[in-house]
């Protein structure tokens, strides 16, 4: 019997692969990782000494580094078993409870039917691919010429064009044996009641293909031609097929890109067809687009399948921003525990295809690289714009924050959300003076005692309630190059040095670290190289040999002193394994973060001092806060600066004080 792609994907989601894998393999405990849900064995494919089978339950797919076999839970039973496909589905729908459907003509009627659609749309598609070669479409062809796109890009999207025709698709699929029943079906055709005789929906538009999520054709997207239709960009009308607020457009392609070897681990999300395929063109190709409209609860979950925080892109402008504070209010209720969302701002007037058309991806990347979390979101949304000079105002703030984070579902979340908020506003008010002309000193008209304003705006700044501390100057967050490795750098590599198997289970993180220490950038270099020559063999031992040979002994032994010396003992040899990761995860993070605040209070730095040579002083006020946000992060990273304290259970020494 056939069974409906909803019943397999339900039993697949209820059993974690690694449980039909694990019943049949030995896992790796050195190289597994119970509590992520991803696990290594020898390959039970083919015989072998060192584990290169990989299972991992996220993604409900098993993979040989080995022999290079891979697949989902059904064709582990098929292919190791050699069970049929019926009884594979009927040994996972057994482990998961759930119990195999029967036959029922209706609903495989059903299927047949929606198969036949299916093949429906298989055809519109070749049809408007083709009328995009004629000439009828020439001037259709001018317009992606001109937005930049290739003939490969045209090709990989399947774009294609409607002629300027009332019948043209209905009399070709009509043709070629399809009745009227499917064709409005599918809706392809504008029909009812009140239509005499139905006309094709799609006119005089550039058509882009909606992919189903099994990569099949359930709907289209058209472009009009014409400056005078009355809708710029027509979808499909609700389908058998199609439901449009179930639907991200790209979500196959970018879910295959996020999870490859080289994905880019995260998905974005943008606003329009074009900027999918423009950043696509340009090399980025884990983006989706909604269709036509603001994002949906489903597709907000559709994403976080693909990974536990996704980029929402919006513009900078007016309509962006609005765009981007409902998606605030839209992901706060559904957050959990390792699930939230970042924002992506792109600059006033610009979208994805501006500006990766002329200058590559990137531009497009530093805007990614400043996103933001939602937390400031929430907060820069509560606080932008308004005035807090008494304390009725400032005790409002105060309950509006609160107001917003108490939708949040899960308990957890919510109380650090209310901790986070409640400390954003402590700092902030603690920044700002109770009065108005005090508050704001370089408003038109006004004046900062000791000094004039105008010319010296600049200092005035700087000696502000957001300047730059000494303490901050001196921080390892925001300095340069340094004499010798700052020690969050030094903790990155030596944990690496002292447990290479690290390298190959965070490898899409670990290979993208850039250090500020020239040394030790060379070094890391080196590591790479070893790890890419050496694969899953690479040991401590051979790794250290390889590096002395290149000179970078003393460089590993002055890693190794800075690090005992500061007591971090999870970058030592001595750490298991458990320790060494978790330590090394979370200086990771403080690493990354450390860096986009460098480069964002810099930016902010400049434009102060751009806003005050101009005399653009409106501006001044926003700034201001803005780097104030950033230093309340710095601050709360130089706090964190002992990385991990004490000893970890895992390696049976004592946690805290005691151990030191």
Aim: aromatic share 8%.
């Amino acid at each position: 019997m056939r069974f409906s792609q909803s019943f397999l994907d339900e039993i697949r989601d209820r059993v974690p692969i690694s449980d039909v894998v694990g019943k049949r393999v030995t896992w790796d405990r050195r190289k597994t990782n119970v509590s992520r849900g991803d696990y290594w064995a020898c390959c039970p494919f083919h015989g072998e000494k060192s584990p290169s089978f990989h299972c991992e339950d996220r993604k409900g797919r098993y993979h040989c580094f080995g022999c290079g076999v891979s697949g989902d839970h059904f064709r582990f039973l098929t292919d190791l078993e050699g069970l049929s496909f019926p009884e594979a589905v009927q040994q996972i729908a057994d482990m998961a409870g759930v119990a195999m459907p029967q036959p029922d003509p209706q609903a495989e009627r059903r299927e047949k039917e929606r198969t036949s659609l299916l093949d429906v749309m298989e055809m519109a598609t070749q049809f408007f691919q083709d009328q995009l070669q004629t000439a009828s479409g020439a001037k259709a062809r001018a317009y992606l010429r001109e937005r930049g796109l290739t003939g490969r890009t045209i090709e990989t999207f399947r774009l294609g064009f409607a002629p300027d025709s009332r019948n043209a698709l209905k009399e070709f699929l009509s043709g070629k044996g399809v009745g009227k029943e499917q064709i409005e079906a599918c809706g392809l055709v504008v029909h009812g009641p009140d239509v005499p005789v139905s006309y094709d929906r799609f006119r005089d538009r550039i058509m882009f293909p909606i992919l189903s999520a099994r990569e099949k054709v359930i709907a289209f997207g058209g472009r009009a031609m014409s400056p005078d239709a009355p809708a710029k960009y027509l979808n499909s009308n609700e389908t058998e097929l199609f439901h449009k607020g179930n639907v991200l457009f790209n979500f196959a392609r970018a879910r295959r890109a996020s999870q490859g070897a080289d994905g880019a681990g995260t998905i974005i999300a943008v606003e329009g067809y074009m900027d999918v395929i423009a950043l696509h063109q340009a090399g980025i190709e884990n983006a989706v687009a909604p269709l036509g409209t603001a994002l949906t609860e489903s597709q907000l979950d559709l994403l976080w399948k693909m990974t536990p925080q996704p980029v929402l892109c919006f513009d900078g402008d007016g309509a962006g921003i609005r765009a981007a504070n409902r998606a605030v209010d839209l992901a706060l209720p559904h957050l959990k525990p390792g699930r939230s969302v970042r924002f992506a701002m792109l600059p006033d007037g610009k979208d994805p295809d501006d500006l990766v058309r002329h200058d590559g991806r990137e531009p497009f990347d530093k805007v990614l690289a400043n996103a933001r979390s939602l937390a400031e979101m929430v907060w820069l949304r509560e606080v932008q714009g308004g005035e807090f000079d008494t304390p009725e105002k400032r005790a409002e703030l105060e309950a509006r924050l609160r107001q917003v984070t108490s939708v949040i579902a899960d308990e957890s979340v919510r109380r650090h959300y209310g901790q986070d908020m409640r400390d954003r506003l402590n700092a902030f008010l603690q920044g700002s003076a109770p009065f108005r002309n005090e508050r704001r000193p370089f408003e038109r008209g006004g004046r900062q005692s000791g000094g004039p304003r105008g010319a010296s705006g600049a200092r005035n700044i700087a000696a502000g309630p957001t300047a730059i501390s000494d303490r901050l100057a001196r921080s390892s967050l925001v300095s340069g190059q340094q004499a010798v490795p700052l020690l969050r750098e030094s903790v990155l590599a030596l944990t690496i040095v002292n447990h290479p198997q690290l390298l190959f289970d965070e490898y899409d993180e670990i290979s993208t670290i850039e250090f500020d220490h020239r040394d030790l950038q060379r070094c890391w270099a080196m590591v790479l190289n070893a790890a890419a020559a050496n694969g899953p063999r690479l040991t401590r031992e051979i790794l250290i040999e390889q590096l002395e040979a290149e000179g970078f002994g003393a460089l590993i032994a002055a890693l190794d002193q800075q690090v005992r010396y500061a007591r971090l003992w999870t970058a030592t040899v001595a750490a298991a394994p458990e320790d060494a990761r978790e330590g090394y995860l979370q200086a990771l993070a403080l690493h990354r973060r450390s860096k986009a605040l460098h480069w964002q209070r810099r930016e902010l730095e400049r434009e102060l001092a751009h806003a005050t040579e101009d005399g653009d002083l409106e501006v001044v006020p926003q700034l201001l806060r803005t780097l104030q946000e950033v230093q309340l992060e710095v601050t709360r990273l130089e706090n964190q600066e002992a990385i991990i304290e004490g000893f970890g259970v895992l390696s049976g020494r004592v946690k805290g004080p005691a151990a030191r």
